[in-house]
C-alpha cells in the first residue's frame, strides 16, 4: 500500500516557468490537500479538494492552479514561477473532512525557483 | 479565521528529560491532531482528539486536549534521540475541512 506518492521529489525551475507537481493516494480518501512549508514555518493550506470535480481555495492559492478529475490524483500547477514559491509542497488526503479523521502526508517536492 | 499558535518554537533537552509543547486555538477545536516531521521529510500522525478532557497516550508520548476545547499539550516523558524533530499541531480550521496547522515546535534531544 503506496500511501500518498508525490512526484518529483527535487525541482529546479527557472523564473516564469511552469510546471506540474504530481500527486497521487491509494486508499481511495475523498479528501486530498496541498499546502506548502517554507524554512521554519509551519504547513500553509494551498488549495484542497472534498471529492473528484471538486476544489477549493486555502490561505494561499495565488500563483497556483489544481485539478481532480479522478478520486486518486490531484495535480498542482505553478504557472510562471517566482523567487517566492520557493518551498517543499506536501500533498496529502484523509478518508473524511470536518477534524473526523487525519491526514496522511506524501514525502514532500523540494522545488527552488532561482 | 481560526489560528493554532505552538509554543515553544524550539527546544533543547537531554536525554531522559520530560517535556511539554503546547498548542492554542483561536476558536473551538473540532478536532486537534499531532504530527511529528523528521527533517526533510513528510509529517507522520501521532495522535488525534477531539472530545474536551480528552487524553491519548502512545508510548513515551502523551497529548491532552482542554475542556474548553481551544488547548492542547504533548507531553514526551523521558526523551530520546529518537524523539527529535518538528512537532505540528493540526486542525480543522472551524469546520471548514481546510485543515490548518500551528507553526511548529523543533525538538533536539541531546545525548
Known amino acids: 500500500n503506496a500511501g500518498v506518492t508525490q512526484t518529483p521529489k527535487f525541482r529546479i525551475l527557472k523564473i516564469g516557468q511552469s510546471m506540474t507537481l504530481q500527486c497521487a493516494q491509494d486508499m481511495n480518501h475523498n479528501y486530498m490537500y496541498w499546502y506548502r512549508q517554507d524554512p521554519g514555518m509551519g504547513l500553509k493550506l494551498i488549495y484542497y479538494s472534498v471529492g473528484a470535480g471538486i476544489t477549493d481555495k486555502g490561505e494561499v492559492p495565488n500563483g497556483y492552479n489544481v485539478s481532480r478529475s479522478t478520486t486518486e490524483d490531484f495535480p498542482l500547477r505553478l504557472e510562471l514561477a517566482a523567487p517566492s514559491q520557493t518551498s517543499v509542497y506536501f500533498c496529502?488526503?484523509?478518508?473524511?473532512?470536518?477534524?473526523?479523521?487525519?491526514?496522511?502526508f506524501g514525502n514532500g517536492t523540494r522545488l527552488t525557483v532561482t | 479565521s481560526q489560528e493554532l499558535e505552538q509554543s515553544p518554537q524550539s527546544l533543547i533537552v537531554q536525554e531522559g528529560k520530560n517535556l511539554t509543547i503546547n498548542c492554542t486555538s483561536s476558536?473551538?477545536?473540532?478536532?486537534l491532531y499531532w504530527y511529528k516531521q523528521k527533517y526533510g521529510e513528510g509529517l507522520i500522525f501521532l495522535m488525534m482528539?477531539?472530545?474536551?478532557?480528552e487524553e491519548k497516550s502512545h508510548e513515551k508520548i502523551t497529548a491532552k486536549l482542554d475542556e474548553k476545547k481551544q488547548q492542547s499539550s504533548l507531553h514526551i516523558t523521558a526523551s530520546q534521540p529518537s524523539h527529535a524533530g518538528i512537532y505540528l499541531c493540526g486542525a480543522d480550521n472551524s469546520g471548514t475541512y481546510k485543515y490548518i496547522f500551528g507553526t511548529g515546535t523543533r525538538l533536539k534531544v541531546l545525548a
Open positions: 482528539l477531539q472530545k474536551g478532557g
Open positions: 476558536k473551538t477545536l473540532y478536532g
Open positions: 496529502a488526503s484523509s478518508y473524511r473532512g470536518g477534524g473526523d479523521s487525519p491526514l496522511h
